[in-house]
């Protein structure tokens, strides 16, 4: 039985009856009846790569998939740059599905691969990159969290599984496995104490304090508060559908299926919500909750211009001394439903936590009128219900 040979493949140029002349890259491959079958793809256009070296450039990495059924040297990447161009046309396209990866994580792995990884060690051949070098350079970046790091390893190691997956290297070949980084934190999160975090909504304007208040009361990541929409919030069960996350401009789904949980929301909380409505200017069903003025309305704000612009500056003035992040918000909700003794399945579901440890989970799924009462004795150590908005809110509801 022959081998497979390995193919360079051709181009040929091709003049568009509208647009200009582009590059064409053929080959063969073999359909799913087992028969030869020549295949075609548009690299660029003659403008774009104005000679037939420069388009054999932009095609090196597709011909490393061309070739993945030959073991010999020609198919085989040389450098780990080009491993990551290979792994980014696999497994990071954008525009393809993937029941691995979300857009989001895509986004994600693409910005460390290019701002991080291959700067490192792209120049590097697959099997001169060691596990100490890496732990060593993982240990040297002092701008990084440790789960940041974490991150970075679990996104080479990846690569070079891809590298095993093909054939490029054999099993047991990924250095990374041998690298040992701490996931942590070398800042500890802070809860806010009552007063801080009542000095602290003084300090910000409506939309923030909004903002805060929802994550505080609610246990959302920023990411989710972020996602909401006036569409997913039922005034007549005060409950929201929490469906997607915006992270860095990126839509997503939320974290987990369990993220993706109707939360209660509490009246109080609901009134802060309807007073929000009626300031902003997006206040229409399709519209984010807390979209963002620069955009028109078309996006919400990034997180981290909000924690630079307004969260931040804003414990300063109220005097707060600890690290405040939007996570403070969300540890802080935690926090108060332990101090207030609740059922630890109540807790589990009203953060949303995927998993819970063995003797957790001897507990009864919690009702939800559990969860409304748990998460309203918080509401009323937050935003003490002395304040007479209930009724208001009642009323803007129906």
Same mark, same amino acid.
């Given at each position: ?64 998939? +061309? ?44 910005? =460390? ?52 997956? =093909? ?83 990126? +839509? ?29 200017? =997006? ?79 001897? =507990? ?16 009323? +150590? ?17």
């Amino acid at each position: 039985m022959n081998r497979p040979r390995y193919q360079h493949g051709f181009f040929s140029r091709h003049q568009r009856k509208k647009g200009p002349e582009v590059w064409v890259y053929r080959w063969r491959d073999i359909d799913a009846k087992g028969k030869p079958k020549m295949r075609a793809l548009v690299i660029g256009s003659v403008k774009q790569y104005p000679t037939e070296t420069a388009a054999w450039k932009a095609v090196s990495t597709l011909r490393l998939d +061309v070739n993945h059924h030959t073991s010999r040297p020609e198919g085989l990447p040389e450098t780990f740059e080009q491993l990551v161009e290979h792994y980014r046309l696999i497994e990071l396209d954008l525009e393809k599905e993937s029941e691995r990866k979300v857009v989001q994580t895509k986004q994600t792995y693409a910005v =460390y691969l290019k701002a991080r990884i291959v700067p490192r060690w792209g120049h590097y051949r697959l099997r001169e990159i060691k596990a100490v070098a890496v732990e060593r350079w993982l240990g040297s970046i002092d701008d990084l969290a440790n789960g940041t790091k974490a991150k970075i390893k679990g996104i080479m190691s990846e690569v070079f599984q891809h590298a095993i997956r =093909y054939g490029w290297l054999n099993d047991g070949e990924n250095p990374i496995f041998a690298v040992r980084q701490s996931t942590k934190r070398k800042r500890v999160t802070e809860p806010l104490e009552v007063t801080e975090f009542r000095a602290l909504m003084l300090e910000l304007p409506q939309k923030m304090r909004v903002i805060g208040i929802v994550a505080a009361t609610t246990g959302l990541r920023i990411s989710e508060v972020l996602g909401l929409k006036w569409m997913d919030i039922d005034w007549k069960t005060l409950q929201m559908d929490v469906s997607r996350s915006v992270v860095d401009g990126i +839509v997503g789904k939320c974290k987990t299926e369990t993220s993706r949980r109707p939360v209660p929301i509490d009246e109080l909380t609901t009134a802060e919500l309807l007073a929000w409505r009626k300031e902003t200017c =997006y206040a229409e069903p399709d519209d984010w909750v807390f979209a963002s003025e620069r955009v028109q309305g078309k996006m919400p704000p990034w997180a981290d211009t909000l924690l630079d612009r307004f969260l931040q500056p804003a414990a300063k003035r109220a005097g707060i001394t600890k690290w405040v992040g939007f996570h403070t918000f969300r540890h802080t909700y935690s926090t108060l439903l332990k101090a207030n003794g609740e059922d630890v399945k109540v807790v589990q579901e009203l953060m949303r936590h995927a998993n819970i440890s063995t003797t957790m989970n001897i =507990y009864t799924k919690a009702l939800t009128s559990a969860k409304r009462e748990a998460q309203s004795r918080v509401v009323d +150590v937050l935003l003490d219900r002395s304040r007479n908005v209930v009724e208001s809110a009642a009323e803007d509801a129906a």
